[in-house]
């Protein structure tokens, strides 16, 4: 890996995932193990000296610090700070850690607080009790409007809420009920998912209860109209914040930032290469740690540079585009960009090219044309 080495490449936005779950919901794909307090220990001992081994190559020197599951929220306030503390955080803009509904109390709270936490994404999903079961989740509305405000009194300023549309025979009365419930809370962000399953998930037997395309695109339309009638301004296709409040560690990766990646199944990307942690947590206890690192051709560099950059609202800027690839964009992809100025779904507005409202739930298909 000296090829890495000589560009000395400074890393300024961190992942670390955390990989306990008091139990895994049924939608879930993710990484996770059931917590047990021996292996939350055994975690930690590895995570730090993974911490160490790249600091003793790269710079870091992280704006963003992101912990993500699993449920982060079963680290006590004090283990979280102290893997907070092998970090310079001198510059560090954004600590985000995702939380968990019921594993919030005002005690740990208030002790959260006086870390160098300081934004929250709290796992809702919904507040419709029905849907939470089906979902697998372990809270109830209750217990999500209590974590908030938990939050709130604990003095936390920058929150945000998952929540989950598209679910088996949801009803559209019932995706206004979460919506509203949401708006009412008044969190600095809102970020919104529609339902994917994969086949190893136990929740994927319900598949064909999913409402049909049309339906779900409703719902996401839906969803928007009624967060930006809220004040809330959209910056990416499935994200949503009041002014100043976009998650700066997730526009790390629609702008082509490099990232650290820590913990099991955690996924990294410095100076073109990529790696992901084993996901398992005995196999990540033992691994080496450049062995899974792989450079990306600049065909798929390109490639992840246009998809991720059109997710964002405001587009893709050309002159970036250009400067990374020696190439006009416009010329290069004349045809399919033809195509979609001609049916509204792209346009140009200065040094940006991006995607029109209209084709945000089809962004995928509009992808595929540049791939």
């Not at 283990?79 to 594993?103: C, D, G, K, M, W």
């Not at 604990?154 to 025979?169: E, H, K, Q, V």
Request: charged fraction near 25%; glycine fraction near 4%; include cysteine.
């Amino acid at each position: 890996m000296e090829e890495i080495f000589q560009t000395d490449p400074l890393i300024e936005h961190i992942y670390i995932h955390v990989p306990f779950c008091l139990k895994k919901c049924d939608y879930c794909s993710f990484y996770s193990e059931i917590f047990s307090e021996e292996v939350k220990n055994k975690y930690l001992t590895n995570l730090t000296k993974e911490i160490e081994a790249y600091k003793a190559h790269f710079k870091i020197q992280p704006r963003t610090i992101y912990f993500g599951g699993g449920t982060p929220s079963l680290l006590l306030p004090e283990e979280i700070e102290s893997i907070l503390q092998r970090f310079n955080t001198s510059n560090t803009i954004e600590a985000t850690l995702e939380i968990n509904p019921v594993s919030i109390t005002c005690e740990y709270a208030n002790k959260l607080k006086q870390t160098s936490i300081n934004r929250i994404s709290l796992g809702a999903q919904s507040f419709v009790d029905e849907e939470l079961k089906l979902l697998g989740r372990l809270h109830n509305s209750k217990q999500i409007i209590k974590a908030y405000d938990h939050l709130r009194a604990a003095g936390f300023t920058n929150i945000s809420l998952d929540l989950i549309y598209g679910l088996p025979r949801q009803k559209k009365s019932d995706l206004l009920f979460s919506i509203e419930k949401s708006i009412e809370l008044d969190p600095e962000h809102i970020s919104t998912y529609c339902l994917s399953l994969d086949e190893d998930v136990p929740l994927f037997s319900q598949k064909a209860l999913i409402p049909d395309d049309e339906t779900v695109s409703e719902f996401y339309y839906l969803i928007r109209k009624k967060l930006i009638s809220a004040g809330f301004e959209q910056y990416e296709i499935s994200n949503f914040a009041r002014k100043r409040f976009e998650s700066e560690h997730n526009l790390c990766y629609w702008k082509d930032k490099f990232y650290l990646g820590l913990g099991p199944a955690a996924a990294g990307y410095i100076d073109l290469f990529r790696y992901t942690n084993p996901a398992d947590i005995k196999k990540y206890f033992q691994m080496d740690l450049f062995l899974n690192w792989k450079k990306i051709s600049d065909e798929d560099h390109e490639k992840e540079f246009i998809f991720l950059a059109l997710r964002k609202t405001k587009g893709m800027n050309l002159k970036d585009f250009q400067f990374s690839f020696k190439e006009n964009f416009l010329l290069k992809y004349e045809k399919e960009i033809a195509k979609y100025l001609e049916n509204k779904y792209l346009e140009i507005a200065g040094d940006f090219i991006r995607l029109t409202p209209k084709s945000y739930f089809i962004s995928n298909e509009i992808f595929t044309e540049f791939m």
